[in-house]
């Protein structure tokens, strides 16, 4: 009838584990900003599937300011990305390695 | 008795005001006679308790103040008085007046003139705290206090490089001796429980017989330093750097008489161990010879009298190890005397002739300054042990009653006063007889000096006439201090054990009343016997040195391996100098190798460079790549989280 909380949890950690290689593996900026709303998303549906599971509305209210938080994050992302490729006209993420001295 | 704590602190004043003033305000005469105000108010002062203690034969313990408390036992400053603080006080205030006036001739027109007032009226001080204290911190702090003075004083010429490495020497070697001193303070603190001197007598019986022998010999190693024993005698001799007046009043009259003083102050530890008075006979016995021998060879005037104040001293020790210390104290009364006019003496042909110390050098000064040479004769025929002069009442009734108790003491001591006699008149006859040898252009200036120096003379060379004769009032002044019958301060029971250890001594008779003493020695076999072997000295000298019959370089060459054995001083100073100065020096530089550039060195700079190597290492970690951080990051979390999930 209804499908077990274990899948969804065995979901949310597989977008977890692929946005986590995303993040390593891609060299470019926007590409890793992808990857890492793939791993908001991973949690969010991680709460959701343990708020089934134990019938408290917290984790959906987590959702919700999750999702919020991550459009505005999104927005700032993109906003940097625009204001980095101004300065290099590069997006490239090996390149960015102005913190090693 | 109160007015008695004006006796220490009358220097003290004088000190205080002369380091504050004396370089402003008072200048040159006045700092003198403020140095001289002070010392004359205490010997007024000791005087006076001298004859009142001489009356009743008393003895008073003023506690003046609490110094600091230690769980039950307060250490005190306080004052014994005594008839042997009293006479030891007496000697050192008298003495040091006398040279006080001497010295603000002596001194006139030097540049730090204040400076050396202010020193001497601290050494007064010091050594009166010495000489006055009732417990042993007290005697320490004196101890040591004269010990600084004498450094400063030693040093006194500071430019001078000889005066100041004899200074360090003389600080340094002092230092061996107090340790050993300091050590014995402990112990007896430790087994006492109570360092007053009365209280520790008094406990004497309780106390197992190591641990007093112990105890009397650590801090006869304090006396064996301070007074110039053998083996630590050698800084006594280059002491002699420091002005004269100073070596008159520290290193003759005073305060190298402090270890001997020590030793008679606690006579009753020390006599019930047969093992520590023993050690005190011999030691005293050998550097009363040994000492002698070095005095017959030296050049420098001011030396050759060092050589016999160690030589003297020796014969106080030797007196004291004989279970006769009356007898001690009182050669020490009238060594003070002689000794200081000796010096002093010296001290006048020194300003006369410009410092030069080569008694090669002299000669006829007898005719330039008869006040000088008639009362250096004076302490010379007291020195030799001639009657009626002091020194034959003190050191011959020595001499004679080691002769009833031990016969290599005996020798020793009796060869002693024959090489005495010797030195004393070869310096006597090069300095003031003999040919003409001074360099023409300070003849012309040679004069006899002014009378606040001659006066001290006089007044010194008097003192070493008469006092001889008052041996009996000495004798029985010191009764009730030093014979246990009559020290009123002692239990029953430890005047059963001092008692015992004085028994080497009971068979000797010495005539206590000088001039059935005088007789009793020109008449006896031993008396003439050490008579002649004085004058017979003394001829010695006249034939060597002022007839020139025997020819001095002749009789070098002939007995060429004695006489360099003596010229170098027995080679204790090489000696010293192959073992300390030298092992220490190789002690130091294995230890800069191996301690500093190995040890040391190896830490700090291998902790250097571990930290550098490390450092190196996680450098590579810091690729700058955000993939890189974030991978590791994500082991971090992995590696936490795992923990948390099997660990908990």
Redesign the interface.
């Known amino acids: 009838m209804s499908i077990p909380y274990e899948y969804y949890v065995a979901l949310s950690g597989l977008l977890m584990v692929l946005g986590?290689v995303g993040?390593?593996?891609r060299k470019n900026i926007i590409a890793?900003l992808l990857s890492t709303e793939l791993m908001l998303n991973a949690v969010n549906i991680a709460f959701v599937a343990f708020d089934m599971k134990l019938h408290d509305v917290a984790g959906q209210v987590f959702v919700f300011f999750i999702l919020t938080i991550a459009a505005a994050e999104a927005a700032i992302g993109l906003g940097l990305v625009m204001a980095i490729y101004r300065l290099r006209k590069d997006v490239d993420?090996?390149k960015?390695?102005?913190?090693?001295l | 008795m109160e007015y008695l704590w004006v006796i220490p602190f009358s220097p003290l004043i004088a000190f205080i005001i002369i380091s504050l003033f004396g370089y402003k305000l008072l200048k040159e005469p006045l700092s003198g006679i403020v140095a001289v105000i002070g010392v004359a108010i205490s010997a007024v002062f000791s005087v006076y308790g001298f004859y009142q203690v001489s009356q009743t034969g008393d003895y008073y313990d003023l506690k003046l103040f609490t110094w600091m408390p230690l769980g039950d036992y307060n250490i005190s400053v306080s004052i014994l008085w005594d008839p042997l603080s009293a006479l030891m006080t007496c000697v050192v205030t008298v003495v040091s007046t006398f040279i006080f006036i001497f010295a603000t001739g002596y001194m006139k027109g030097d540049p730090s003139y204040p400076r050396f007032f202010a020193y001497l009226s601290l050494f007064v001080f010091m050594m009166l705290m010495l000489t006055l204290a009732d417990n042993l911190v007290q005697l320490f702090f004196g101890w040591e206090g004269v010990g600084l003075a004498s450094y400063l004083l030693i040093g006194f010429w500071h430019y001078k490089k000889s005066a100041s490495v004899a200074a360090l020497e003389a600080f340094i070697v002092n230092r061996v001796g107090d340790w050993l001193f300091l050590l014995g303070v402990l112990l007896a603190f430790i087994t006492f429980g109570t360092l007053d001197y009365l209280d520790i007598f008094n406990k004497i019986p309780e106390v197992g017989f190591w641990t007093i022998t112990a105890i009397a010999l650590l801090l006869f190693g304090g006396a064996v330093g301070k007074s110039a024993q053998i083996p630590l005698h050698i800084w006594l001799p280059n002491a002699m750097e420091g002005p004269t007046p100073v070596s008159a009043l520290i290193h003759a009259a005073t305060m190298v008489a402090a270890g001997v003083y020590m030793v008679a102050r606690i006579m009753p530890v020390f006599a019930s161990s047969e093992i520590a008075l023993d050690t005190v006979l011999y030691i005293g016995t050998m550097s009363a010879f040994i000492a002698a021998t070095m005095g017959l060879v030296q050049n420098d005037i001011k030396r050759i009298i060092a050589y016999s104040t160690l030589s003297q001293l020796g014969y106080m020790f030797a007196a004291e190890g004989l279970g006769l210390f009356k007898d001690g104290m009182f050669h020490l009364a009238s060594h003070a005397v002689f000794k200081a006019l000796l010096f002093l003496a010296a001290g006048s042909v020194l300003v006369a002739i410009h410092h030069i110390l080569d008694v090669q050098k002299m000669g006829q000064l007898r005719k330039y300054m008869p006040i000088t040479a008639a009362t250096f004769l004076v302490g010379a025929l007291a020195l030799a042990g001639i009657p009626p002069f002091s020194g034959f009442f003190s050191k011959d009734p020595i001499i004679e009653a080691a002769y009833e108790i031990n016969w290599v003491v005996w020798v020793l001591l009796w060869s002693g006063a024959g090489l005495t006699a010797f030195y004393i008149f070869r310096l006597y006859f090069l300095a003031f007889e003999n040919g003409d040898r001074l360099d023409p252009h300070i003849k012309s200036h040679v004069h006899e000096s002014p009378p606040n120096m001659t006066i001290p003379l006089i007044v010194l060379a008097t003192g070493a006439i008469v006092l001889g004769f008052f041996r009996e009032f000495f004798m029985n002044f010191l009764r009730p201090s030093l014979d246990p019958s009559q020290m009123k301060f002692l239990s029953e029971e430890t005047k059963i054990v001092v008692e015992e250890g004085l028994t080497r001594a009971h068979h000797v008779h010495i005539v206590e009343d000088a001039w059935h003493f005088l007789v009793h020695s020109l008449t006896s076999p031993l008396g003439l016997l050490i008579l002649f072997t004085a004058l017979g000295g003394i001829f010695m000298a006249f034939l060597m040195y002022q007839l020139r019959v025997i020819d001095p370089v002749w009789m070098a060459n002939t007995f060429r391996p004695i006489y360099l054995l003596f010229y170098n001083r027995w080679y204790f100073d090489h000696i010293y100098y192959a073992i300390f100065a030298y092992g220490y020096y190789k002690l130091s530089k294995f230890m800069w190798k191996a301690g500093d550039r190995f040890l040391i060195d190896g830490i700090v700079n291998g902790s250097g460079k571990v930290s550098m190597s490390f450092g190196d290492i996680l450098r590579l970690t810091q690729t700058g790549r955000i993939s890189a951080y974030l991978a590791q990051m994500v082991v971090g979390i992995l590696v936490f989280l795992s923990l948390f999930l099997f660990l908990s």
């Open positions: 986590l993040v390593t593996v890793v993420v090996e960015l390695t102005e913190l090693k």
